[in-house]
């Protein structure tokens, strides 16, 4: 089979509670019926901006959170039911990567104690020694030296907690790794090495990656394809290369003529200069009709009332506008 | 010749900690002229944080111990060693822009009343400002930053605006006192890229329609180029390289540029580089000669000896590396 | 900026060197050092040890501080300094029971309420709490005392009762703000089981905060005790309890003042110094939530 995901209309809403009976006032829809499938194998992108939602997703994905509704299918089978009663299971086969350093690892302990708690949630290892060798094996894989597990995180550099993060979530030996803006807060020369070492594990163990970033550039150079969330939704989904050399929706344009590069060459290949206008709304409080068209240069009439459905360009670029039809 | 707005010459820093002393700028030397945007772009841990505190004359002595060097703002001396002493101050005309929005504005206050403190505690002038002065102040900086309906804004509380509108309010307040030199500390960092690329926008007309110079203190090549004229990098406490900004992403010479910017993901494709190997020196011992050497894959041994300065290597185009001595 | 070691140890020597640059703090600790000394060789280092109990001699009563008693004697002739060292052993003994019992207790409460925080697990232990906290702790101890019989049990039961909340609400605020932690969470999702997060995951990070807030309760947990012995609630005479010494001295001020100052002397010396450790501790630590 070869997705090894699917994602169907996958919802989660958080309700606004409020007055003495906690009455249901509103809802933050933050992750609002999203569709995608990754690939066995491949890196698939996820770009927003705060607020998009792609956090959320990656934490309905790991089983963190609930998800309101929708369908998610591994493996080709039936997995919803799976993730909501019994996420430990689940675990075994996503881990997450998340996206602040600081905060991924507990300060209070040490690198050995951070990296056995899969191992002794799952009863993967028993005795100590053999807790100790598997442990120094994955620091092996994530090219630390073993003395580290005597460390504790506030003695490593950025980049070097990553690596703890990541050799944690490959303790359990999982098939699909979600990596949540892993190196956002990393300077762009240890990022280097981050993702140097992240493409090598993937052709060595033949992970699967869910790659979740608001850095258009980065997954240009990682990602196979790339889905663009904006508000909750998915609002273009393509091959890297084709999202890149023919965006199609608004925001795809806007997001791309908005990074700053670094060369000339870069400068001719943005899309023209759409000036960007406003900025993103909260998700408690959802534009009617297409989410985007308060911000959008190109919004039509029908934009303001009417919510756009996602329409298959070719076989693998879809987009959700009205101007494309 | 007019004299630069700001020089900082040869400045030597060290903090004392527990372990020891750490040598943290090794002789840093920056100019900003007037008009002029000039960037400082370097990773963690470089020393730019430290040259900015010195700038602005809020590094904190001690630990912090000035061994050579000063810093001049407009022809006066506003840190230096005098006598074995370091003596330092806050220079008029210098105004701040924080990096993150939301640690930059006080919660409880109303933006506006923000606004019109800055202006209480800065006077320049001997005019006795009054409230409807300092009202139009805060109008005209708010319409400047092109913040929609400035007479609502004034009266909400920070939490009540986007990050992008903190963002404006906060370069409102660096505006207000007339500086000459606004600090800019990694603008845009803490947005989304869509606002970022509005706020450099920004920032580019204001330059030009205020006549006030910008220093750019970011680790984001990108915001870099897009603002700045003139740029610095810095790495382990040195100016490594410098030169105008076409000069300097064009044909950048330090092999610390040259891998810094082959580790930028393009938006062309090409893949991810493998980035620079090893880490940054430890400040406690940092490495002799140039501080580069042990990550340096054109290391020779004069580098391991000897410090290198800046060689020139076109007019404005200079990088501290034997490589470039003699171009 | 990382630095280079930073094993156990190395963190223990480094909080040392900026714990020792205060003045203030190795006061403190010198002289909480030397009443804990005092205390645990009292029988050694007492002039009189047997002028603790009940002892009379009418001959020696009254007796300014001089070579022989260097704090007096009292209005039965016993020796002021010895039964001051004894007092401080019955004041450690109270402040140590009373915190072993309240620190287990009320971190326990505190991790489980704040783990399910907006549950009714912590609706319950919260409200307890904070229905135990409207009460004065001193008034709570009085009234609590009052009811059992007067004697050194009760009265450390008594405070125990005042003392737990405090703890509870602390590692409470710390556990809620933890427990949406990325590491927290995934140690949930991936089943380590509740014990294992509580105790493995989130007491290590309150480990600094309950130091010292412990040091700091000792001064105070003692002073209530002598407050509750003052007004008779407490250690009963003839034994040398601080705050009996200074209640059955106060008739005699101000011609016979050693019978009383020195006592009061010995209280605030034990509250000054475990709050000028306790401080120290705070700084040396880096703990803001005490």
Same mark, same amino acid.
């Given at each position: 089979m070869k997705e090894i995901l699917i994602v169907e209309q996958l919802k989660k809403y958080f309700p606004i509670r409020r007055g003495f009976l906690n009455r249901?006032? +509103?809802?933050?829809? +933050?992750?609002?019926?999203v569709s995608f499938g990754i690939d066995r194998g491949e890196t698939f992108g996820v770009v927003g901006e705060s607020g998009s939602g792609k956090s959320t997703l990656a934490y309905v994905l790991q089983g963190i959170y609930k998800p309101t509704e929708g369908r998610i299918v591994y493996n080709g089978e039936e997995a919803t039911h799976a993730i909501k009663s019994n996420p430990k299971l689940w675990s075994k086969n996503v881990q997450i990567v998340f996206q602040n350093p600081g905060s991924s690892?507990?300060?209070?302990?040490?690198v050995y104690h951070i990296l056995k708690v899969p191992f002794c949630a799952f009863k993967i290892a028993r005795s100590g020694s053999e807790l100790r060798q598997r442990i120094e094996q994955l620091l092996e894989l994530v090219k630390?030296?073993?003395?580290?597990?005597?460390?504790?995180?506030?003695?490593?550099?950025g980049g070097e907690k990553q690596r703890v993060a990541i050799a944690r979530a490959l303790a359990v030996d999982p098939a699909l790794m979600i990596l949540d803006?892993?190196?956002?807060?990393?300077?762009v020369s240890v990022q280097a090495k981050i993702i140097s070492l992240l493409s090598s594990l993937q052709k060595d163990l033949r992970i699967t990656y869910l790659f979740i970033t608001h850095d258009l550039s980065l997954l240009r150079n990682v990602a196979n394809r790339i889905g663009v969330m904006y508000l909750g939704k998915i609002c273009e989904l393509a091959p890297t290369s084709k999202l890149f050399s023919d965006p199609l929706h608004p925001y795809t344009k806007m997001l791309l003529s908005s990074i700053p590069v670094v060369s000339e060459a870069e400068e001719k290949a943005k899309p023209k200069k759409l000036p960007s206008k406003g900025e993103i709304p909260s998700a408690a409080d959802v534009p009617s009709g297409c989410v985007f068209h308060p911000r959008c240069?190109? +919004?039509?009439?029908?934009c303001f009332g009417k919510e756009p459905e996602s329409i298959h360009?070719?076989?693998?670029h879809e987009v959700r506008c009205h101007r494309i039809n | 010749m007019i004299l630069p707005l700001l020089e900082v010459k040869d400045l030597h820093v060290e903090f004392k900690i527990y372990e020891g002393e750490l040598k943290v700028l090794n002789g840093v030397s920056i100019t900003v002229k007037h008009g002029e945007k000039v960037g400082l772009v370097g990773e963690t841990g470089c020393g730019k944080s430290v040259t900015m505190q010195s700038i602005m004359g809020?590094?904190?002595?001690?630990?912090g111990k000035i061994t050579k060097g000063n810093v001049v703002f407009k022809g006066q001396t506003i840190l230096s060693i005098v006598e074995n002493e370091f003596k330092g101050i806050k220079a008029t005309g210098i105004s701040y822009i924080p990096q993150d929005p939301m640690s930059g504005?006080?919660?409880?206050?109303k933006v506006g009343t923000q606004v019109k403190d800055v202006i209480k505690f800065n006077r320049r002038d001997s005019e006795r400002a009054t409230g409807k002065r300092i009202h139009e102040t805060i109008m005209d900086a708010f319409k400047k930053v092109k913040l929609p309906d400035p007479e609502r804004i004034a009266q909400t509380? $920070?939490?009540?605006?986007?990050g992008g509108m903190q963002q404006r309010v906060l370069i409102a307040m660096a505006l207000v006192t007339n500086p000459e030199l606004l600090i800019a500390d990694? $603008?845009?960092?803490?947005?989304?890229v869509s606002i970022q690329d509005q706020i450099l926008g920004l920032l580019n007309e204001l330059v030009l329609k205020e006549n006030v110079s910008i220093l750019i203190i970011t680790h984001n090549l990108g915001v870099v180029r897009t603002l700045a004229d003139k740029v610095y990098v810095m790495y382990a406490g040195n100016i490594v390289e410098e030169g105008s900004t076409t000069d300097l992403f064009e044909d950048p010479r330090h092999p610390y540029t040259r891998g810094l910017l082959a580790s930028v993901p393009k938006i062309t494709g090409g893949g991810v580089a493998e980035g620079i190997r090893g880490r940054i020196p430890s400040y406690l011992n940092p490495p002799e000669g140039c501080r580069f050497h042990p990550r340096c894959?054109?290391?020779?041994?004069?580098c391991e000896k000897e410090r290198p300065f800046l060689f020139e290597i076109e007019e404005d185009h200079k990088a501290a590396c034997f490589l470039c001595k003699g171009d | 900026m990382a630095r280079e070691v930073s094993t156990g140890l190395e963190s223990v020597q480094r909080g040392w060197y900026k714990f020792s640059r205060s003045k203030m703090s190795i006061s403190g600790l010198c002289v909480v050092l030397a009443i804990v000394t005092l205390a645990v060789f009292a029988p050694l280092v007492a002039?009189?040890?047997?002028?603790?109990?009940?002892?009379?001699?009418f001959s020696a009563?009254?007796?300014?501080?001089?070579?022989?008693h260097p704090l007096g004697t009292d209005y039965v002739g016993r020796d002021v300094l010895s039964r001051i060292i004894f007092g401080y052993r019955f004041s450690l003994t109270l402040g140590l029971t009373v915190l072993s019992l309240v620190v287990p207790t009320g971190t326990i409460l505190g991790l489980i309420a704040g783990y399910y925080k907006d549950t009714w697990i912590d609706t319950i232990i919260m409200r307890t709490t904070d229905t135990f906290l409207s009460l004065p702790p001193l008034v709570l101890a009085l009234a609590i005392a009052a009811i059992l019989t007067p004697n050194l049990f009760n009265a450390m039961v008594a405070i125990s009762f005042a003392w737990w909340p405090w703890y509870c609400r602390m590692i409470y605020s710390i556990t809620s703000s933890l427990r949406n932690e990325p590491y927290i969470l995934l140690a949930d999702v991936i089943g380590a089981g509740k014990i294992h997060i509580l105790f493995k995951e989130v007491l290590p990070n309150c480990v600094s905060t309950l130091l010292t807030k412990t040091t700091l309760d000792m001064g105070f947990v003692i002073l209530i005790g002598a407050s509750l012995s003052f007004v008779g609630?407490?250690? %009963?005479?003839?034994?040398?309890?601080l705050g009996t010494m200074l209640a059955n001295g106060t %008739?005699?001020?101000?011609?016979?003042?050693w019978v009383v100052i020195f006592p009061a002397l010995a209280i605030l010396s034990v509250v000054v110094g475990f709050n000028l450790l306790g401080d120290g501790l705070r700084d040396a630590l880096g703990v803001e939530e005490v």
């Amino acid at each position: 089979m070869k997705e090894i995901l699917i994602v169907e209309q996958l919802k989660k809403y958080f309700p606004i509670r409020r007055g003495f009976l906690n009455r249901k006032v +509103a809802e933050i829809k +933050a992750v609002d019926n999203v569709s995608f499938g990754i690939d066995r194998g491949e890196t698939f992108g996820v770009v927003g901006e705060s607020g998009s939602g792609k956090s959320t997703l990656a934490y309905v994905l790991q089983g963190i959170y609930k998800p309101t509704e929708g369908r998610i299918v591994y493996n080709g089978e039936e997995a919803t039911h799976a993730i909501k009663s019994n996420p430990k299971l689940w675990s075994k086969n996503v881990q997450i990567v998340f996206q602040n350093p600081g905060s991924s690892l507990n300060p209070a302990r040490n690198v050995y104690h951070i990296l056995k708690v899969p191992f002794c949630a799952f009863k993967i290892a028993r005795s100590g020694s053999e807790l100790r060798q598997r442990i120094e094996q994955l620091l092996e894989l994530v090219k630390l030296p073993a003395d580290y597990i005597y460390k504790y995180p506030n003695a490593l550099s950025g980049g070097e907690k990553q690596r703890v993060a990541i050799a944690r979530a490959l303790a359990v030996d999982p098939a699909l790794m979600i990596l949540d803006e892993p190196t956002s807060a990393l300077d762009v020369s240890v990022q280097a090495k981050i993702i140097s070492l992240l493409s090598s594990l993937q052709k060595d163990l033949r992970i699967t990656y869910l790659f979740i970033t608001h850095d258009l550039s980065l997954l240009r150079n990682v990602a196979n394809r790339i889905g663009v969330m904006y508000l909750g939704k998915i609002c273009e989904l393509a091959p890297t290369s084709k999202l890149f050399s023919d965006p199609l929706h608004p925001y795809t344009k806007m997001l791309l003529s908005s990074i700053p590069v670094v060369s000339e060459a870069e400068e001719k290949a943005k899309p023209k200069k759409l000036p960007s206008k406003g900025e993103i709304p909260s998700a408690a409080d959802v534009p009617s009709g297409c989410v985007f068209h308060p911000r959008c240069t190109e +919004a039509m009439e029908i934009c303001f009332g009417k919510e756009p459905e996602s329409i298959h360009i070719t076989d693998n670029h879809e987009v959700r506008c009205h101007r494309i039809n | 010749m007019i004299l630069p707005l700001l020089e900082v010459k040869d400045l030597h820093v060290e903090f004392k900690i527990y372990e020891g002393e750490l040598k943290v700028l090794n002789g840093v030397s920056i100019t900003v002229k007037h008009g002029e945007k000039v960037g400082l772009v370097g990773e963690t841990g470089c020393g730019k944080s430290v040259t900015m505190q010195s700038i602005m004359g809020i590094l904190p002595c001690p630990p912090g111990k000035i061994t050579k060097g000063n810093v001049v703002f407009k022809g006066q001396t506003i840190l230096s060693i005098v006598e074995n002493e370091f003596k330092g101050i806050k220079a008029t005309g210098i105004s701040y822009i924080p990096q993150d929005p939301m640690s930059g504005l006080n919660p409880v206050f109303k933006v506006g009343t923000q606004v019109k403190d800055v202006i209480k505690f800065n006077r320049r002038d001997s005019e006795r400002a009054t409230g409807k002065r300092i009202h139009e102040t805060i109008m005209d900086a708010f319409k400047k930053v092109k913040l929609p309906d400035p007479e609502r804004i004034a009266q909400t509380y $920070p939490v009540q605006l986007s990050g992008g509108m903190q963002q404006r309010v906060l370069i409102a307040m660096a505006l207000v006192t007339n500086p000459e030199l606004l600090i800019a500390d990694e $603008p845009g960092t803490a947005l989304d890229v869509s606002i970022q690329d509005q706020i450099l926008g920004l920032l580019n007309e204001l330059v030009l329609k205020e006549n006030v110079s910008i220093l750019i203190i970011t680790h984001n090549l990108g915001v870099v180029r897009t603002l700045a004229d003139k740029v610095y990098v810095m790495y382990a406490g040195n100016i490594v390289e410098e030169g105008s900004t076409t000069d300097l992403f064009e044909d950048p010479r330090h092999p610390y540029t040259r891998g810094l910017l082959a580790s930028v993901p393009k938006i062309t494709g090409g893949g991810v580089a493998e980035g620079i190997r090893g880490r940054i020196p430890s400040y406690l011992n940092p490495p002799e000669g140039c501080r580069f050497h042990p990550r340096c894959d054109h290391a020779m041994s004069q580098c391991e000896k000897e410090r290198p300065f800046l060689f020139e290597i076109e007019e404005d185009h200079k990088a501290a590396c034997f490589l470039c001595k003699g171009d | 900026m990382a630095r280079e070691v930073s094993t156990g140890l190395e963190s223990v020597q480094r909080g040392w060197y900026k714990f020792s640059r205060s003045k203030m703090s190795i006061s403190g600790l010198c002289v909480v050092l030397a009443i804990v000394t005092l205390a645990v060789f009292a029988p050694l280092v007492a002039p009189y040890p047997e002028h603790v109990g009940t002892f009379l001699d009418f001959s020696a009563v009254f007796r300014p501080p001089s070579f022989e008693h260097p704090l007096g004697t009292d209005y039965v002739g016993r020796d002021v300094l010895s039964r001051i060292i004894f007092g401080y052993r019955f004041s450690l003994t109270l402040g140590l029971t009373v915190l072993s019992l309240v620190v287990p207790t009320g971190t326990i409460l505190g991790l489980i309420a704040g783990y399910y925080k907006d549950t009714w697990i912590d609706t319950i232990i919260m409200r307890t709490t904070d229905t135990f906290l409207s009460l004065p702790p001193l008034v709570l101890a009085l009234a609590i005392a009052a009811i059992l019989t007067p004697n050194l049990f009760n009265a450390m039961v008594a405070i125990s009762f005042a003392w737990w909340p405090w703890y509870c609400r602390m590692i409470y605020s710390i556990t809620s703000s933890l427990r949406n932690e990325p590491y927290i969470l995934l140690a949930d999702v991936i089943g380590a089981g509740k014990i294992h997060i509580l105790f493995k995951e989130v007491l290590p990070n309150c480990v600094s905060t309950l130091l010292t807030k412990t040091t700091l309760d000792m001064g105070f947990v003692i002073l209530i005790g002598a407050s509750l012995s003052f007004v008779g609630l407490g250690v %009963q005479a003839p034994k040398p309890g601080l705050g009996t010494m200074l209640a059955n001295g106060t %008739q005699y001020l101000p011609e016979k003042w050693w019978v009383v100052i020195f006592p009061a002397l010995a209280i605030l010396s034990v509250v000054v110094g475990f709050n000028l450790l306790g401080d120290g501790l705070r700084d040396a630590l880096g703990v803001e939530e005490v």
